[in-house]
């Protein structure tokens, strides 16, 4: 019997991207898969169901497309109702996010299926290709930074006209991860003056490297893996007193700032903002994650003295089409890595790569930090959601 691979709708609001598009799909039946997508799955990243079916999907509805399936391909986490229909000890791969939603990650747990989280996939060369994180980060930078030329009083480029000449924006980048780093060329590109700043020194080379000015206080906050760890209340309050400075001067600011399995850093809090010049703009690409900017509210656009703050919600839909190819692609290499080349679904749970993804194992749970939250947060009481409070912290890389 060959490997049974679903993709299903993604339930979540505003989620336009699809986990499997055509392309990979025939990938995956090369090896040997079989592969099984929920009627309109693709709809929303422009991918027809008749595309699925040349490429050689069967088309289910959602009443009957879980059945029998070994693995489930999602971008977002799942929904109660959706796991309710995942079949006892099959396969979830996607962004799980277990902090977000603690009683999400019970009910998987009780279903005993095998998770893996595509946003714990290690930073390491062999595993580039499957990195979702970076994939996904580099449409949210691009697409910042044109939503912030977009919104902005001013011209993002110095233009000389036969009325004079109009100095260029200045552009703020809080965090240099791949979001920070995309954000900055695609600013650059569109002619303004960027400055940048991380709490990571070994991100100055990569934000020069773009043309980027790098901001510094003297603070190393260097974590495993090429993330960054939480600031101490010092560095914390050393780090706000130079980001004041800058933000005060800058046009557009782009905050991508985020801890792995942490609500994102509050980096501009409201006194920051009324520092700012009226007709600014702040893109804070972290709001998934809760937001760099204590203003910041997720889904809308919020003016305070004419400085505007945008927190649109999964940024990367916007561009579904290329994200959703991206994300594909990643997906595709990982489950050839986990199956062997479609051999087997028993993996080696000592490999690197699987074993830093892998959440739940037949519904015990594998990451010793996500045990230690669901025994330090017990279950929620009827009609609680299971979320964690949002905090701050440091910077570093823009969210799923």
């Known amino acids: ?18 986990a499997l598009v055509p392309d990979s799909v025939s990938r995956l039946l090369k090896l040997g898969f079989e592969v099984v997508v929920e009627t309109g799955a693709g709809r929303g990243a422009h991918f027809s169901d008749e595309q699925y079916q040349n490429a050689g999907a069967r088309l289910a509805p959602a009443s009957s497309l879980y059945q029998d399936a070994d693995i489930i391909l999602k971008v977002q986490p799942p929904l109660d109702e959706e796991i309710d229909r995942f079949p006892s000890g099959s396969i979830l791969i996607g ?46 930078g691009y697409k910042a930074a044109l939503l912030a030329a977009n919104l902005t009083t001013r011209f993002f480029p110095m233009l000389t006209t036969a009325a004079g000449t109009i100095r260029p924006s200045k552009v703020l980048v809080l965090g240099a991860g791949v979001a920070g780093l995309q954000a900055i060329a695609t600013a650059q590109r569109l002619g303004a003056v960027v400055e940048a700043y991380d709490v990571r020194p070994a991100a100055k080379e990569e934000v020069e490297s773009v043309g980027a000015k790098f901001l510094s206080t003297g603070v190393s906050a260097e974590s495993t893996g090429g993330y960054a760890r939480e600031l101490t209340a010092e560095e914390k309050t050393k780090e706000q007193e130079m980001v004041a400075e800058h933000i005060r001067q800058a046009d557009v600011v782009i905050t991508t700032a985020h801890v792995p399995g942490r609500p994102a850093p509050k980096l501009i809090p409201e006194e920051m903002v009324d520092g700012m010049k009226p007709g600014s703009v702040i893109i804070d690409v972290s709001v998934d994650s809760g937001g760099n900017c204590s203003l ?34 990643n997906l595709f290499y990982f489950v050839n890595h986990l199956s062997q080349g479609g051999k ?10 699987l074993s830093e993804a892998l959440l739940l194992d037949q519904g015990e749970v594998c990451h010793e930090s996500t045990r230690s939250l669901l025994s ?23 969210g799923s």
């Open 1 to 18: 019997m060959p490997i049974r691979v679903v993709v299903p709708k993604e339930l979540t609001p505003k989620e336009a991207r699809v």
């Open 95 to 140: 962004f799980i996010h277990p902090y977000r939603n603690i009683e999400r990650l019970r009910r998987l747990s009780q279903k005993k299926l095998t998770c893996f989280a595509m946003e714990s996939i290690p930073r390491i060369t062999r595993a580039q290709s499957m990195d979702a994180l970076s994939s996904q980060a580099t449409v949210n």
């Open 296 to 329: 910041t509210r997720p889904g809308e656009m919020v003016e305070r003295n004419g400085v505007k703050i945008v927190g649109i919600e999964h940024l990367t839909s916007e561009l579904s089409t290329h994200a959703s190819e991206m994300y594909s692609k």
């Open 344 to 353: 087997t679904l028993d993996f080696d749970r000592k490999d690197e790569i």
């Open 376 to 398: 330090s947060h017990p279950p929620s009481p009827p009609g609680g959601d299971g979320r964690l409070p949002a905090g701050g912290a440091a910077g570093g890389e823009g």
